[in-house]
Each structure stands twice: as structure tokens, then as C-alpha cells.
């Protein structure tokens, strides 16, 4: 929690200063990528905001009402994030490019506004480094590649993080691109296409987070390889014979429960199933990052309680 928080606040911070320079920028130049731009910051920085809320929602103690933590609500508030990001900066991107397109713009001195891109991409550039660096330390603890483990993570604020700055860099290249096309042909079609082409980015980084937090919120289970290194661990317990049932669910992010319906062997006393519980859960524990509750039913297999 405590990585994902500085990620978050880090992310947060580059957003909103680039949203004010980028605003600037637009007004002065009168550019339709510009704004957009101004737009996708400021939206990110929203994002950042509830992302914020997402963390310290989620790291909140277990309680009475909420036995199992508060791990689901930094899934909801994530979720809340991807929509602004939809909303504030998809929406108004392809709306306003496509405007630019219909209407034509008249672009000012367009200094200021390479400048700011230069910053930005320079500032965003830091962001990503931060979380790409929490993203390979975690990475290391799972034994997992980068890649793989930013594309099942649990952790959806630094999801969200690496997709947005990513989005962010790729976005700024759309603009200049879009800039300079319009500079040198005089045509709006380049800015307005630009505008347009940075708000489809942002609806696919939006719909993709949605995606993977609605997924998380009704009950997403761990990954088969996961799950398989779970068995394996079961199963090496000298006193199982067999997992009848296996089942694992993410409360939060990070936050891993496994539930096991366990076939001990018939020698295994009642004193003997309770310590090879208790040497299960430890091994768990142990060996998976992540696994916060541990439940094992003994349950003989359908042969042999015929």
C-alpha cells in the first residue's frame, strides 16, 4: 500500500501541473490537440484523486461490519476513476476534435505549446519510471515478468497508474504530431484528428480498467498459475491425500483468499489434521505473497465416503 500511495501521489502531482501549463498552452495557441491534452491531464488528475482515496480506502483494518477488510473499495474507487477518465477526457477529446475537424481553427503562435509538450513528456516520463520501478519490484517478489504481472495484477492503482502515464506519453506524441501537421499544411484536420485520436486512446485505457476492476468486484479468482502453485503446496503436505475442491478470490488489492476442501489421509488424527492446518496455512503464507486468509474444510473424496 504504502508503494502504491507514493506512486499515486507522484502520478498526481506531474498531472496537475502539466493540465495548468497545457491549458495555458491551448488558450494561447488556440489548439484543438492542446486542449484535449489539458483535457486528458486534467481527467488524470481526477484519476489520481480517487486512485488516492482507492489506496487508503483499501488499506483500512478489518472490522466488525467488515470481517474480511476493506480491500473491495479500493476496487470500487478505481473502477469510479476509469469512468472520469472516460467521461472527462475521452468524451471531451473526440468531441472537440471532431468540432476542430467540422469548423476549422485558427492556431496562434505555437512556441509555447512544443515547449509544454516537451515538459510534459519529460514529467510524465518520471511518473512511469515510478510505477514501471514498483512494477518490477513487485514483479521479483511474484518470481513473474513485468508484463505479465501488470496484466493480472490486483494492485488496480498501480494498473492504472502505468496505463494512464503510458497513454499520457503516447498522447503528447499524437499531439505534436498533430501540431506540426497542422503548422505546415494548415489544415485542421491534423490537430482535430489528433484531438480525436488521443480520446479514442484514452476510451480504450478507460474501458480496460473498468474492465478489470468490475471483474475484481464480483469475485475474480487468482491466476491458473497461481492457483496450481496453491495445490502443489496442498498436496506436499505429507498428511494430504488428495484437494477435492479448490477456490481463491481477491478481497482487495493484494489481498488474496484460499479456500481448499482437503482429503487427509485415513491415518491423520483429529491432533494430527489440526497441526497439518495450521503447517498449511503457514506455508501458504509463506511461500505466496498475498494470501491473507486461509480456510480448509477436511473433506473426504465421493470414492471414499461411498
Given at each position: 500500500?504504502?508503494?502504491?500511495?507514493?506512486?499515486?501521489?507522484?502520478?498526481?502531482?506531474?498531472?496537475?501541473?502539466?493540465?495548468?501549463?497545457?491549458?495555458?498552452?491551448?488558450?494561447?495557441?488556440?489548439?484543438?490537440?492542446?486542449?484535449?491534452e489539458?483535457?486528458?491531464?486534467?481527467?488524470?488528475?481526477?484519476?489520481?484523486?480517487?486512485?488516492?482515496?482507492?489506496?487508503?480506502?483499501?488499506?483500512?483494518?478489518?472490522?466488525?461490519?467488515?470481517p474480511?477488510?476493506?480491500?473491495?473499495?479500493?476496487?470500487?474507487?478505481?473502477?469510479?476513476?476509469?469512468?472520469?477518465?472516460?467521461?472527462?477526457?475521452?468524451?471531451?477529446?473526440?468531441?472537440?476534435g471532431?468540432?476542430?475537424?467540422?469548423?476549422?481553427?485558427?492556431?496562434?503562435?505555437?512556441?509555447?505549446?512544443?515547449?509544454?509538450?516537451?515538459v510534459?513528456?519529460?514529467?510524465?516520463?518520471?511518473?512511469?519510471?515510478?510505477?514501471?520501478?514498483?512494477?518490477?519490484?513487485?514483479?521479483?517478489?511474484h518470481?513473474v515478468?513485468?508484463?505479465?504481472?501488470?496484466?493480472?495484477?490486483?494492485?488496480?492503482?498501480?494498473?492504472?497508474?502505468?496505463?494512464?502515464?503510458?497513454?499520457?506519453?503516447?498522447?503528447?506524441?499524437?499531439?505534436?504530431?498533430?501540431?506540426?501537421?497542422?503548422q505546415?499544411?494548415?489544415?485542421?484536420?491534423?490537430?482535430?484528428?489528433?484531438?480525436?485520436?488521443?480520446?479514442?486512446?484514452?476510451?480504450?485505457?478507460?474501458?480496460?480498467?473498468?474492465?478489470?476492476?468490475?471483474?475484481?468486484?464480483?469475485?475474480?479468482a487468482?491466476?491458473?498459475?497461481?492457483?496450481?502453485?496453491?495445490?502443489?503446496?496442498?498436496?506436499?503436505?505429507?498428511?494430504?491425500?488428495?484437494?477435492?475442491?479448490?477456490?481463491?478470490?481477491?478481497?482487495?488489492?493484494?489481498?488474496?483468499?484460499?479456500?481448499?476442501?482437503?482429503?487427509?489421509?485415513d491415518?491423520?488424527?483429529?491432533?494430527?489434521?489440526?497441526?497439518?492446518?495450521?503447517?498449511?496455512?503457514?506455508?501458504?503464507?509463506?511461500?505466496?505473497?498475498g494470501?491473507?486468509?486461509?480456510?480448509?474444510?477436511?473433506?473426504?473424496?465421493r470414492?471414499?465416503?461411498?
Amino acid at each position: 500500500m504504502g508503494e502504491s500511495l507514493g506512486t499515486v501521489v507522484v502520478a498526481g502531482a506531474a498531472n496537475l501541473a502539466i493540465a495548468l501549463a497545457k491549458l495555458v498552452a491551448g488558450l494561447i495557441s488556440g489548439s484543438a490537440a492542446m486542449l484535449s491534452e489539458a483535457a486528458h491531464s486534467a481527467a488524470d488528475t481526477v484519476t489520481e484523486l480517487l486512485l488516492l482515496v482507492s489506496v487508503r480506502r483499501a488499506g483500512k483494518p478489518a472490522d466488525r461490519r467488515h470481517p474480511f477488510g476493506h480491500g473491495s473499495a479500493g476496487f470500487l474507487w478505481a473502477m469510479t476513476a476509469a469512468v472520469a477518465t472516460l467521461v472527462g477526457g475521452a468524451g471531451f477529446s473526440i468531441t472537440h476534435g471532431w468540432h476542430t475537424i467540422i469548423h476549422g481553427e485558427q492556431l496562434e503562435d505555437l512556441r509555447l505549446s512544443y515547449v509544454v509538450l516537451a515538459v510534459s513528456f519529460v514529467m510524465e516520463g518520471v511518473s512511469f519510471l515510478k510505477g514501471l520501478s514498483q512494477l518490477r519490484a513487485e514483479a521479483g517478489r511474484h518470481g513473474v515478468g513485468p508484463v505479465q504481472l501488470a496484466m493480472r495484477t490486483s494492485d488496480t492503482a498501480l494498473k492504472a497508474v502505468l496505463l494512464e502515464d503510458s497513454a499520457a506519453l503516447i498522447g503528447l506524441i499524437l499531439a505534436a504530431i498533430g501540431l506540426l501537421g497542422s503548422q505546415l499544411t494548415g489544415s485542421a484536420v491534423w490537430d482535430g484528428g489528433a484531438s480525436i485520436a488521443i480520446g479514442l486512446l484514452l476510451l480504450a485505457i478507460a474501458l480496460s480498467l473498468i474492465a478489470a476492476n468490475a471483474s475484481l468486484l464480483i469475485g475474480q479468482a487468482a491466476p491458473p498459475q497461481r492457483v496450481t502453485e496453491i495445490r502443489a503446496l496442498l498436496l506436499a503436505q505429507p498428511e494430504v491425500d488428495d484437494v477435492v475442491e479448490l477456490l481463491t478470490m481477491y478481497l482487495g488489492p493484494g489481498s488474496l483468499l484460499v479456500a481448499a476442501k482437503v482429503d487427509f489421509c485415513d491415518e491423520a488424527t483429529v491432533a494430527g489434521v489440526e497441526i497439518a492446518c495450521d503447517e498449511i496455512d503457514r506455508r501458504l503464507r509463506e511461500h505466496i505473497p498475498g494470501i491473507t486468509q486461509v480456510f480448509l474444510d477436511p473433506t473426504p473424496t465421493r470414492r471414499r465416503a461411498s
